[in-house]
């Protein structure tokens, strides 16, 4: 075993004295041909097979890369449409807000501003809920408006929230003058005909396209804008002559609306 070893080691070393000595004379180029030819292409082949794997990984990696971009950009857009959405919801309250001071300013009341929350499930639209009740101080009998107009009185109180009872029903009653003729009568509600100006005596003047306002009842304040005379009916012969008002709010939209408490001192 000693001698098989001593043997190999001697038969490398004579192998490694004539490849020195090969190359020394300069007659080494078949080897460095069969060389080139045989294991530079296998060389090249494999530089290329690792350089195509490195880019199949990279190529993999940016499109990871590039589906955790479109992620975040969704989220980031999202959240912009949040924003111009809330932003676009405060503009439209305050839109509300500086009409109703517009129409406030020459009555002094003063206002509890209240968001609907739900409406009575039927085609006439009767009631509404509004988010404030006894805790802020709201009383029944107290008039409702929005955008200076009223809409309704409160009915019903609890404690963070009141039924509004909406002056299209045609139980709701409320007395009311014509602003230029100064005609006394009472308002009624009418299911999709507007509102009805009645018992105005004969001997009053109601005239097509005057305002109808509250004349000052219970908890309602004077002059609150109620609607607008579209045409009267008068006979002869009867005791009373009536008149069909245009309401001037969209009872059936209603977002925002203010509680009258009182008037400002």
Same mark, same amino acid.
């Given at each position: ?200 005596? =004969?001997? /009053?003047? &109601? !005239?097509?396209?005057?305002?109808? +306002?509250?004349?000052?009842?219970? @908890?309602? *304040?004077?002059?609150? #804008?109620?609607? =607008?005379? /579209?045409? &009267? !009916?008068?006979?002869?012969?009867? +005791?009373?002559?009536?008149?069909? @008002?245009? *309401?001037?709010?969209? #009872? ?14």
């Amino acid at each position: 075993m000693k001698n098989r070893s001593i043997l190999l080691v001697g038969i490398a070393a004579a192998i490694a004295v004539i490849i020195i000595v090969i190359n020394a004379a300069g007659i080494g180029w078949p080897f460095r041909l069969v060389h080139d030819q045989l294991f530079n292409p296998v060389g090249a082949r494999l530089v290329s097979l690792r350089n195509t794997i490195t880019g199949e990984f990279s190529f993999l990696g940016s499109i990871s890369r590039l589906g955790e971009d479109n992620k975040n950009l969704q989220s980031e857009v999202l959240d912009l449409r949040n924003q111009l959405s809330a932003l676009k919801e405060v503009g439209h309250e305050n839109e509300l807000l500086r009409a109703q001071l517009n129409f406030n300013s020459r009555l002094n009341l003063q206002l509890l501003p209240s968001r609907v929350v739900s409406t009575e499930p039927d085609d006439s639209r009767r009631f509404i809920t509004i988010d404030r009740g006894s805790s802020s101080g709201v009383q029944v009998g107290q008039a409702v408006i929005s955008s200076g107009v009223l809409v309704g009185t409160i009915y019903q109180v609890n404690d963070y929230s009141s039924k509004v009872f909406l002056v299209s029903d045609p139980d709701f009653r409320i007395r009311a003058i014509g602003q230029d003729g100064r005609a006394q009568g009472i308002v009624r509600g009418q299911i999709g005909q507007g509102y009805s100006f009645e018992d105005v005596a =004969q001997g /009053e003047v &109601v !005239t097509q396209g005057e305002q109808i +306002v509250s004349a000052g009842s219970g @908890l309602v *304040p004077q002059g609150i #804008l109620i609607g =607008q005379v /579209e045409g &009267v !009916t008068k006979a002869d012969n009867a +005791v009373f002559q009536s008149a069909s @008002l245009k *309401p001037l709010v969209n #009872l059936n939209t209603l977002e925002l609306v203010f509680v009258v408490t009182g008037l400002k001192q």
